[in-house]
């Protein structure tokens, strides 16, 4: 609101020299701030895929660490789980 009370006056100047050009001028406002509004959700985008892949690399590593890495001290069970853990892991960050 500060910011279009300190271009107001201005535009009212332009206005009454030339209506139009404060018309494209609000357009190509708008349209910046779409765009600018676009790049802060890619962006905030990017850091949350970031976190996440930290996140699963944080799993992966207590994972695969179990039992000092000798996961056949583990369960045929808790093995089986860790080992498609792993490879869906590995899939997706292959």
């Not at 609000?26 to 976190?51: D, F, H, P």
Request: charge should be positive; glycine fraction near 6%; aromatic fraction near 10%.
């Amino acid at each position: 609101m500060q910011l279009w009370n300190e271009l107001k006056p201005g535009l009212k100047q332009i206005w009454e020299c030339d209506p139009m050009m404060v018309l494209v001028c609000l357009w190509l406002a708008t349209l910046l701030a779409g765009i600018i509004t676009m790049v802060q959700s890619a962006i905030e985008k990017r850091r949350k895929k970031k976190a996440m892949q930290e996140l699963l690399y944080s799993a992966w590593c207590v994972i695969s660490n179990v039992a000092g890495g000798n996961w056949a001290k583990e369960s045929s069970e808790w093995q089986r789980a860790a080992e498609n853990w792993r490879d869906k892991y590995h899939r997706r960050n292959g």
